[in-house]
Antibody
């Protein structure tokens, strides 16, 4: 079964750091571009970051540029999001998402991991 | 405020046809494909329409997408209670080098 499972969320103080992980299974992870998307409580979806299969091309949304870092370890079938300088407005559910290259579609989503930034 | 604009809500009765719209600009919808995602309450989003009007396997043909210029639409025919969800449009923006989502439309089946 094709699956993405996020972990690493939790409660963190403003200004703090956190690393999210996403474990992929059921497909050849290195062949796929991956994304992080978040959803604040009661709000819509916000795209955060993208990384190619090899990791050589990376994009960020302006809202997280300079604070968040996306990375991947294809040997471990894992995607990561290192978050620093966290703010209250970063409170959200964070989704790991697979992209179908030819279709550019976000076809597989993880269940999400909740990050709460609060003192 | 999202760069892709959707009406916050839509509604219909069972069996009806409803349309959800998404408005963008020349740097996103006007120059690239539009995608639609369905998010049922308490769940992760699910791909509904890709490349403007293509349905992934398993998505009923009651769902259809279209695009014209800088706007796109999602139509749902034969509305069913299980269609009650939030629907999001998405597109790549060439100038921002970002993926964009619309603000979402909450569909209520009366």
């Amino acid at each position: 079964e094709v699956q993405l499972v996020e972990s690493g969320g939790g409660l963190v103080q403003p200004g703090g750091s956190l690393r999210l992980s996403c474990a992929a299974s059921g497909f050849t992870f290195s062949n796929y571009e991956m994304h992080w998307v978040r959803q604040a409580p009661g709000k819509g979806l916000e795209w955060l970051s993208y990384i190619t299969g090899s990791g050589n091309i990376i994009y960020y949304a302006d809202s997280v540029k300079g604070r968040f870092t996306i990375s991947r370890d294809n040997a471990k079938n894992s995607l990561y999001l290192h978050m620093s300088g966290l703010k209250a407005e970063d409170t959200a559910v964070y989704f790991c998402v697979r992209e179908l290259a030819e279709e550019d579609a976000f076809d597989i989503w993880g269940q999400g991991t909740m990050v709460t930034v609060s003192s | 405020q999202s760069v892709l604009t959707q009406s916050p809500s839509a509604s219909g009765t069972p069996g009806q046809r409803v349309t959800i719209s998404c408005s963008g600009s020349s740097s996103n919808i006007g120059s690239d494909y539009v995608f639609w995602y369905q998010q049922l309450p308490g769940t992760a989003p699910k791909l509904l329409i890709y490349m403007n009007n293509q349905r992934p396997s398993g998505v009923p043909d009651r769902f259809s997408g279209s695009k014209s210029g800088t706007s796109a639409s999602l139509a749902i025919s034969g509305l069913r209670s299980e269609d009650e969800a939030n629907y999001y449009c998405a597109a790549w923006d060439d100038s921002m080098r970002n993926w964009l989502f619309g603000g979402g439309t909450k569909l209520t089946v009366l």
